[in-house]
């Protein structure tokens, strides 16, 4: 496993696309996710299975798009947020380089092509901020169908609890209206149609830069209850809470629950992206989901675990974070 860190990242962070990396590591009776990428990060070999309309590479019994009905669904209300059309942008608590933004502060990476990332996955309040919004940005063509919804934070009721049931193109138009973008391909700032996953800037933070760790934390399994995985009783803890579920050095140590808590969409391997507004459209284009969630194996929580799924799926599980660059 290590020597498939180390081929993946390695050749990612040398910035080389030539080659291609396949490696399988499933022990018996565990669930499907994937270790191996080809150069677009997608493996067409063997078409994915799951219980979200047959296209998620990490199968699990809670990991399906949740009935909406079945959760509380927090709505605005003014006193969630103050206007949100008056949110400014602000450089207070983000690392200089990054600039002046909105919502979770961000962390410098300097590993070229250098980048910032969000110190949490964006939360619930947030959210609602976004949603009060008069500002929001026009989303991109292969989210025709989702004009005008973006969703409802559903949580518990704290409000720093990490935002779910968001779909991959309201994921999008938060981060554009917050000065940033979903976390993807470091060398473009935007939706790639071949974006392997070991060139995200999701995995880099993940595994510490040139650290190249296994987990987020470190490449020794994490003890229980470190970061929020295999613990489907417990929910997820709100954001940057844990205080161990952290890098390990610089700057890397302010960023939060890259392991578990909540599993996040990244917009590596999308593949399938076109103008689209039919139900079959929003089935057959699919990004990248990362990190595993509360639900999900230890395993599931590593750096260079993979999985796709439907832009318009939902799930209990599933929030996001941003990024910003490159710079």
């Not at 619930?124 to 919004?133: D, W």
């Not at 003890?223 to 489907?232: D, F, I, K, S, V």
């Not at 399938?272 to 990190?291: H, K, S, V, Y």
């Amino acid at each position: 496993m290590r020597r498939l860190v180390l081929l993946l990242v390695v050749s990612a962070l040398a910035g080389c696309r030539g080659e291609s990396v396949a490696e399988s590591d499933h022990d018996a009776g565990d669930d499907t996710s994937v270790e191996a990428a080809s150069d677009d990060g997608v493996d067409s070999s063997s078409p994915d299975t799951s219980a979200d309309g047959g296209s998620d590479t990490l199968v699990d019994a809670a990991d399906t798009p949740a009935d909406s009905s079945s959760v509380d669904s927090v709505a605005p209300d003014a006193d969630a947020a103050s206007d949100a059309a008056l949110v400014p942008f602000e450089s207070a608590g983000n690392d200089s380089q990054c600039g002046a933004t909105r919502g979770a502060r961000m962390v410098y990476v300097p590993v070229a092509p250098t980048f910032c990332i969000d110190t949490h996955e964006v939360s619930a309040a947030e959210y609602v901020q976004f949603l009060q919004a008069t500002d929001k940005k026009a989303e991109p063509a292969f989210c025709d169908w989702n004009k005008g919804d973006y969703g409802s934070p559903i949580t518990i009721p704290a409000s720093a609890l990490p935002v779910v049931m968001v779909d991959f193109c309201d994921a999008h138009a938060y981060c554009a209206w917050a000065g940033k973008r979903l976390c993807g391909d470091r060398a473009s700032d935007g939706v790639g149609l071949s974006d392997a996953y070991a060139n995200s800037q999701w995995t880099v933070a993940c595994v510490n830069g040139p650290a190249i760790t296994e987990w987020s934390v470190g490449s020794t399994t994490p003890a229980m209850g470190t970061c929020r995985l295999e613990m489907p009783g417990a929910g997820p803890a709100p954001v940057g809470s844990l205080g161990g579920c952290v890098g390990i050095e610089p700057p890397y140590n302010r960023v939060f629950d890259m392991s578990g808590n909540v599993e996040e969409w990244d917009t590596s391997g999308c593949r399938n992206l076109r103008a689209g507004t039919t139900p079959e459209d929003r089935l057959t284009i699919q990004c990248g989901r990362r990190g595993g969630s509360y639900v999900n194996s230890i395993k599931d929580g590593k750096c260079v675990t993979f999985g796709s799924a439907p832009i318009d799926t939902r799930t209990a599980q599933r929030g996001f974070r941003c990024c910003k660059g490159p710079l």
